[in-house]
């Protein structure tokens, strides 16, 4: 899973909600070019209007960058080094409405028709996620601010950890500051959180031992107590060891550092928790969205701004129930093929229990050091294969970590971040080792496709790399085509000669099959009243994965309304079109030149990729 929010700030995910991917249904309602030009238009015009209007988006996107500090680190920038976003719910109003009016003074400023096709598209994605931002800026504070999987409480260690790179004495000192500053970043978070209890936005009952878990792992060893060093000072120390720097100096930045922790970071969480276990107490016992206020339409909302379709929820899980039907016939050929005796239910037994220990690394550090040189091992075999399928490959590098221990509990099975933009910083897949149980090596190979390699790093990599569109395309985010992609990534392997295990192809399934299963139950909690015990008892009916898997793996879905959707809409969405185009081309149709039909032009909307799409095998055909 990759969601560029993982890694911005709330504020700054609603002020860049323009900007960076705040995504909605079908068409979009800003105005189309036509396919004939006004003959008035020479192409000498059309270019130099289409440069203005280029300059004008990155002045807006430079201007949205700058009103968040954490973002500018999150770009490899080092500006405003030593600070925290303003995440008040003015500040947000505030950026939203600076956002419209940029989306006003587009559409005053220029005219589509006298822009060239690629700037005319910019045009019309940048007025299309305009409009979704208005549709889902009255539900921003329906997103839970805390929750087991994720929010500040985890956010502010993996930033610091993550994206703080400390070069030099003064980003040494940035992060002081940043750790001095913690106290009134949660602050805010806690007054936002505080608000949303009050109106009856509550996390499930369930969610709360886990944050408060997290967050007291924060707040655990040295300077905190006589234990090993924590989290936050483990890092900073290893950074700071690594300057080339006089050893007093390394010395009084330690003692600065220890003195934040305890001034500032520990009453900050300490706060936090105390909250929690107040809120607990009176906490929901519903999981769906449909207990908050007006939850209906805040899912309807949700299921737009994920899929980028107007499929309804009853659509959604009906294709869900379609979808996991047709996997589970695929899986049955592979029990037979194997030889195995009972039930397609007993054969998931089978693999979910792995009595013979044939799918499991040993739950120790060296096995989960097999693990991850396993995964980067699959990743740099899938390198040196891409020109059989791919015109545009990245340049930026990828590496695998493991999830770190403090946030391990609570966070997903695997996601990506993406690398620095000026190359300062790599990609990386994060797999989460915390059970060994809960990755399987069956399942090692397609996952490993997903998040690195031509997945989410192949995709999100060249999207940023792209020399000829602007900023705010370049790091868009449509939940759909991303995870599509990453989905889509999975299967084009096996087309490759990959999977030659029947196990692992049986991963392969088990992956696309979890996806399917997502329909079900993500509609299921939210749209038809499920539990979250309902909903993990359909995927143990329904899938071979770890019972620990499918519960930790529900908690997100609960807390993420909508977003589990994304991944199999955005596939079949891309096989479809793959399908129109090699039965519409032939003999002509050339699968690396499809495939950059599909990411050449950054993140898309699907009904935006299907016309691209479209048009390509037009130009093909009229070739």
């Known amino acids: 899973m990759f969601n560029v929010r993982n890694f911005l700030p709330r504020a700054a995910a609603v002020a860049l909600a323009i900007l960076l991917g705040a995504c909605g249904a079908g068409q979009s309602e800003a105005p189309t070019k036509g396919s004939d030009k006004p003959e008035a238009a020479s192409a000498a015009s059309e270019a130099s209007e289409s440069a203005r209007l280029y300059e004008w988006f990155e002045k807006q996107f430079e201007a949205e960058v700058a009103r968040s500090p954490m973002y500018q680190t999150y770009l490899g920038r080092k500006t405003n080094y030593d600070k925290w976003d303003d995440e008040t719910d003015a500040f947000a109003v505030e950026s939203y409405e600076l956002a419209m009016a940029s989306y006003r003074e587009m559409l005053d400023s220029f005219d589509v028709e006298d822009l060239s096709n690629e ?13 979704r931002s208005r549709e889902n800026f009255p539900f921003r504070n329906h997103n839970y601010v805390f929750s087991q999987f994720r929010g500040p409480h985890s956010s502010v260690p993996a930033f610091l950890i993550n994206q703080h790179a400390v070069e030099t004495l003064e980003d040494a000192s940035a992060y002081v500051r940043r750790l001095e500053g913690v106290d009134l970043y949660l602050r805010q978070h806690q007054e936002r959180a505080e608000a949303q209890f009050s109106a009856g936005i509550v996390p499930p009952k369930w969610a709360y031992p886990q944050m408060i878990a997290t967050s007291r792992n924060i707040i655990t060893g040295a300077p905190f107590d006589d234990g090993p060093p924590s989290t936050l000072l483990s890092d900073f120390t290893k950074k700071i060891d690594a300057l080339s720097i006089p050893e007093a100096e390394k010395d009084d930045l330690k003692s600065r550092a220890e003195a934040a922790l305890l001034s500032y970071v520990k009453p900050a969480y ?25 939850g209906a339409e805040y899912y309807e909302t949700r299921l737009r701004l994920m899929t980028t379709t107007d499929l309804t929820a009853d659509e959604i899980h009906e294709l869900g129930l ?33 009595p013979d220990g044939k799918f499991t690394y040993p739950d120790t550090d060296e096995g989960r050091e097999k693990y991850l040189s396993e995964a980067t091992a699959l990743i740099d075999t899938m390198r040196g294969r891409l020109d059989e399928l791919f015109l545009t ?18 966070a997903g099975k695997a996601f990506y971040q993406r690398p620095a933009a000026d190359g300062s910083r790599p990609g990386i897949y994060y797999a989460n080792l915390a059970d060994m149980a809960n990755m399987p090596t069956y399942q090692m190979e397609a996952l490993a496709y997903h998040e690195g390699i031509p997945g989410h790093h192949m995709q999100i990599a060249i999207s940023q790399e792209l020399a000829d569109i602007p900023n705010f395309r370049k790091f868009g985010r449509f939940t759909a085509y ?8 999975e299967f084009i392997p096996k087309e490759m000669g990959f999977y030659d295990d029947p196990y692992r192809d049986f991963g392969r399934l088990a992956m696309e099959l979890w996806r399917a299963g997502r329909l079900v139950v993500d509609t ?15 995927l143990q009916q329904n899938t071979p994965n770890p019972l620990g898997d499918i519960r930790r793996s ?42 950059d039909v599909i990411l050449a032009s950054g993140p898309l909307p699907l009904a935006i990729l299907e016309e691209n799409v479209d048009s390509w095998i037009a130009a093909k055909k009229g070739a």
Not at 119 to 131: F, N, W
């Open 119 to 131: 700037a005319a598209l910019s045009y019309r994605l940048y007025a299309y996620d305009a409009e």
């Open 270 to 294: 300490e706060r936090l928790i105390a909250m929690f276990e107040t809120q607990v107490e009176d906490a929901s016992i519903e999981d769906g969205a449909w207990k908050l206020p007006n």
């Open 322 to 354: 379609r979808e996991t039907a047709r996997i589970h016939n695929e899986m049955n050929a592979i029990k037979e093929n194997v030889g195995f005796d009972g039930s397609l239910q007993d054969f998931f037994a089978y693999m979910r229990e792995d």
């Open 393 to 410: 490959t990245p340049k930026a590098d990828i590496v695998v970590k493991r999830v770190e221990p403090f946030r391990e509990k609570s």
């Open 482 to 489: 991303s995870e599509g992609w990453g989905l889509y990534s």
């Open 524 to 538: 299921g909690i939210h749209s038809k009243k499920w539990s979250r015990e309902d909903a993990m008892a359909w």
């Open 554 to 595: 529900t908690e997100r879905y609960v807390v993420m309304p909508g977003q589990a959707t994304a991944y199999k809409i955005g596939m079949l969405k891309i096989l479809e079109l793959r399908d129109r185009a090699e039965n519409a081309l032939g003999e002509d149709f050339d699968v690396r030149e499809f495939h």
